[in-house]
């Protein structure tokens, strides 16, 4: 009898008993954040002896979620995974994938108030009752930085950098008219551009509330209407007079931003700590530029990074343990110490009043920046962040179309209604699957 129960065991839960008490936790936390990762989860581990936190690097956050979701079909899934923002459609979808925070919690009846988290971090990952689903880790905002150095050779005042992009066309001509190769660049196009671009000019980029409707799974993209033509015109036709210079997906533009050939770059908040460490100028940041025309910008911009997510398939102890994992995160000490470490926000307002109390703003001002930026307005329904299925191809669609528009293979207009085009496809292969 003893065998048989211990033959179901095994084939209801095969990785929690071939990996006697561990947990494992799959992240996308590579090199120096890798590190600080390591440090705070043996730091939880002290705290208990029942199980190991083990933490395993799987890779970007794409190669992640297609790891995730290819080991869940296996039944060969991680007690803790972090997927990044634009995942968060594919883990609820379809239901009985993960264990939603709220009920982590109360399994565990342990006190956890929504109400701690920054508002537009909170809104990202919870449900329509306002139900957090999985614990808010590493956050960020995109934000603008800028090379003091070079806004002073141009005549510029390094204290006022520009807040609407005509000041900042201005500012780019003067800065190229000084030397420098180019004004401006930006990593993350689809992210910085399109996404929170759209959410900074109030402005959804897909109907249902860009997915966080009670029917979001019906949202389709509307990206391609007048303002987002606007911004990818403008950029086409600043490449002209190197106002702009495109520097590729993903985090490539850097290179161009580090070396001093661009003044400007659009990047993540979640970069200023290693931006701090390697450029030769003093450094400043800025909140993204808005277009004056446009009624009600700026709004508010919308975070990036990912979030931890407990999965099914778990005995209650191992539950008990991630619960517990999750509240040791959330401490206002721990939040300041990954913050200041990572150069990521801290998700709760007791570690953001810390990190001000310890002088951290004060000494990096940049930091509080992204923070700035997320609470400039209370986010609209609209303006909350992205709940799309099938999001990780859809940004490559839509990078692609930003290439297409910028390389003059086709008009912007065309890019875009291209792109909105595929994503819908996707959007509508996503609905269909998950509704089978």
Same mark, same amino acid.
């Given at each position: 009898?003893?065998?048989? /129960? @211990?033959?179901?065991? @095994?084939?209801?839960?095969?990785?929690?008993?071939?990996?006697? *008490?561990?947990?494992?936790?799959?992240?996308?936390?590579?090199?120096?954040?890798?590190?600080?990762?390591?440090?705070?989860?043996?730091?939880?581990?002290?705290?208990?002896?029942?199980?190991?936190?083990?933490?395993?690097?799987?890779? *970007?956050?794409?190669?992640?979620?297609?790891?995730?979701?290819?080991?869940?079909?296996?039944?060969?899934?991680?007690?803790?995974?972090?997927?990044?923002?634009?995942?968060?459609? @594919?883990?609820?979808?379809?239901?009985?994938?993960?264990?939603?925070?709220?009920?982590?919690?109360?399994?565990?009846?342990?006190?956890?108030?929504?109400?701690? /988290? $920054?508002? %537009?971090?909170?809104?990202?990952?919870?449900?329509?009752?306002?139900?957090?689903?999985?614990?808010?880790?590493?956050?960020? !905002?995109?934000?603008?930085?800028?090379?003091?150095?070079?806004?002073?050779?141009?005549?510029?005042?390094?204290?006022?950098?520009?807040?609407?992009?005509?000041?900042?066309?201005?500012?780019?001509?003067?800065?190229? *008219?000084?030397?420098?190769?180019?004004?401006?660049?930006?990593?993350?196009?689809?992210?910085?551009?399109?996404?929170?671009? !759209?959410?900074?000019?109030?402005?959804?980029?897909?109907?249902?509330?860009?997915?966080?409707?009670?029917?979001?799974?019906?949202?389709?993209?509307?990206?391609?209407?007048? $303002?987002?033509?606007?911004? $990818?015109?403008?950029?086409?036709?600043?490449?002209?007079?190197?106002?702009?210079?495109?520097?590729?997906?993903?985090?490539?533009?850097?290179?161009?931003?580090? !070396? #001093?050939?661009?003044?400007?770059?659009?990047?993540?908040?979640?970069?200023?700590?290693?931006?701090?460490?390697?450029?030769?100028?003093? &450094?400043?940041?800025?909140?993204?530029?808005?277009?004056?025309?446009?009624?009600?910008?700026?709004?508010?911009?919308?975070? #990036?990074?990912?979030?931890?997510?407990?999965?099914?398939?778990?005995?209650?102890?191992?539950?008990?343990?991630? %619960?517990?994992?999750?509240?040791? &995160?959330?401490?206002?000490?721990?939040?300041?110490?990954?913050?200041?470490?990572? #150069?990521?926000?801290?998700?709760?307002?007791?570690?953001?009043?810390? &990190?001000?109390?310890?002088?951290?703003?004060?000494?990096?001002?940049?930091?509080?920046?992204?923070?700035?930026?997320? *609470?400039?307005?209370?986010?609209?329904?609209?303006?909350?962040?992205?709940? &799309?299925?099938?999001?990780?191809?859809?940004?490559?669609?839509?990078?692609? %179309?930003?290439? %297409?528009?910028?390389?003059?293979?086709? !008009?912007?207009?065309?890019?875009?209604?291209?792109?909105?085009?595929?994503?819908?496809?996707?959007?509508?292969?996503?609905?269909?699957?998950?509704?089978?």
């Amino acid at each position: 009898m003893r065998f048989f /129960f @211990t033959l179901i065991l @095994t084939l209801l839960f095969p990785l929690a008993s071939l990996s006697l *008490n561990k947990i494992y936790f799959w992240h996308s936390m590579a090199g120096q954040l890798g590190t600080e990762l390591d440090n705070i989860v043996a730091k939880f581990n002290a705290t208990q002896s029942d199980y190991a936190i083990v933490p395993v690097f799987k890779g *970007n956050y794409s190669e992640t979620l297609t790891a995730t979701v290819a080991a869940f079909r296996a039944h060969q899934q991680p007690g803790i995974v972090q997927i990044f923002e634009v995942g968060t459609a @594919t883990m609820i979808n379809p239901a009985g994938v993960i264990v939603p925070l709220y009920q982590l919690m109360q399994m565990a009846k342990i006190p956890f108030d929504t109400q701690q /988290f $920054i508002p %537009a971090v909170a809104d990202y990952y919870s449900d329509s009752k306002g139900q957090l689903l999985a614990m808010p880790f590493n956050s960020s !905002s995109a934000v603008m930085y800028y090379n003091k150095q070079a806004f002073q050779k141009a005549g510029i005042n390094p204290d006022q950098p520009p807040k609407t992009w005509t000041e900042l066309a201005e500012d780019a001509k003067k800065i190229v *008219n000084s030397g420098y190769s180019c004004g401006f660049t930006t990593a993350w196009p689809s992210w910085i551009q399109i996404e929170t671009f !759209s959410a900074w000019h109030n402005t959804p980029i897909a109907t249902e509330n860009n997915g966080f409707s009670p029917n979001g799974i019906n949202a389709r993209m509307i990206f391609n209407n007048k $303002i987002v033509l606007q911004q $990818i015109t403008a950029l086409k036709d600043w490449q002209k007079t190197s106002i702009f210079r495109y520097g590729g997906r993903e985090d490539n533009a850097e290179t161009l931003f580090i !070396s #001093g050939n661009c003044a400007m770059m659009m990047e993540s908040s979640g970069s200023l700590r290693g931006l701090t460490d390697v450029v030769q100028f003093p &450094l400043g940041v800025a909140m993204l530029p808005y277009w004056e025309n446009i009624p009600g910008a700026p709004q508010n911009t919308i975070i #990036g990074g990912a979030a931890l997510w407990a999965m099914k398939g778990f005995k209650s102890d191992v539950y008990h343990v991630i %619960a517990h994992f999750f509240a040791f &995160l959330a401490q206002p000490e721990i939040q300041a110490l990954w913050s200041s470490a990572s #150069g990521y926000i801290p998700t709760t307002n007791a570690a953001y009043q810390l &990190l001000k109390k310890q002088g951290f703003y004060a000494k990096l001002p940049g930091a509080e920046i992204a923070i700035q930026e997320l *609470n400039y307005r209370p986010p609209k329904p609209y303006t909350k962040g992205l709940r &799309l299925g099938n999001y990780s191809q859809i940004r490559e669609i839509n990078e692609e %179309a930003i290439e %297409a528009a910028l390389s003059g293979a086709k !008009s912007p207009q065309k890019a875009l209604n291209d792109a909105v085009t595929k994503g819908n496809q996707l959007l509508k292969d996503f609905q269909e699957d998950i509704q089978d």
